[in-house]
């Protein structure tokens, strides 16, 4: 089946620092990627959806600046927490469709935390 | 905005026992649904999922039932074992290329031997 890879699983970086976090598909090509953030006993929000060659499209709320998002190939879409704070703090998941199939394949997700 | 809802946010259930979680959505335009199992500290697990000509489908141990008239999604677990606790969320949207999903609040469902 379709494998989403998400790396890292969990990091703690001091404030002010930048952070990358990247998604690839495994075995299978994704113009279209999601990233979703998830508070504790919260539900997934959609942070934006990133578009391979192309600017990602971020949902209302969402800093651009703050999230940036890259989609430079079909198998890998990176999401960079910039000048990270606490309230960043949160652990974020990022998904893709293999178009050949239905359903959506989620990473494992990234735990971050800004000391 | 429009968003899928679940009525419940916690079950407790006894070993065995057949489970029910539902949820309402309320974007009309969706057509495409599906559940999700999320343990803690992991990223969401795909369950079963059902288009909109659909009002029913089944799986191993699970059924997802669809009501287009009330916006209404279920779902089903039968024979309801320790390892289903988790917490589960319907998810949304429309069929088509390079749409996210938009999840539901989420009901936490708790299995006791």
């Known amino acids: 089946g379709a494998v989403v890879s998400q790396h890292p699983s969990r990091v703690i970086c001091k404030s002010g620092t930048s952070v990358k976090i990247e998604c690839r598909s495994l075995?299978?090509?994704?113009?279209?990627m999601f990233w979703y953030r998830q508070f504790p006993k919260k539900s997934l929000m959609l942070m934006a959806t990133s578009n391979e060659g192309s600017k990602a499209t971020y949902e209302q709320g969402v800093e651009k600046d703050k999230f940036l998002i890259n989609h430079a190939s079909l198998t890998l879409s990176t999401l960079t927490v910039t000048s990270a704070h606490p309230e960043d703090s949160s652990f974020y998941i990022c998904?893709?469709?293999?178009?050949?199939?239905?359903?959506?394949?989620f990473g494992s997700g990234t735990r971050l935390t800004v000391v | 905005g429009e968003s899928v809802g679940l009525h419940l946010p916690t079950l407790s259930v006894q070993e065995g026992d057949n489970s029910i979680i539902n949820c309402a959505y309320s974007n009309s335009a969706s057509d495409y649904f599906i559940w999700y199992k999320q343990e803690s500290g992991k990223g969401p697990q795909f369950i079963i999922d059902?288009?909109?000509?659909?009002d029913k489908r089944q799986g191993q141990r699970v059924t997802v039932l669809l009501n287009k008239t009330v916006k209404h999604l279920s779902l089903q677990i039968a024979a309801t074992q320790p390892g289903d606790s988790a917490v589960y969320f319907c998810a949304e949207n429309k069929a088509q290329a390079g749409t996210a999903l938009i999840f539901g609040k989420g009901t936490t469902l708790s299995v006791s031997s």
């Open positions: 998904s893709a469709r293999d178009e050949g199939h239905s359903g959506y394949t």
């Open positions: 059902i288009r909109s000509n659909m």
């Open positions: 075995d299978f090509q994704a113009t279209t």
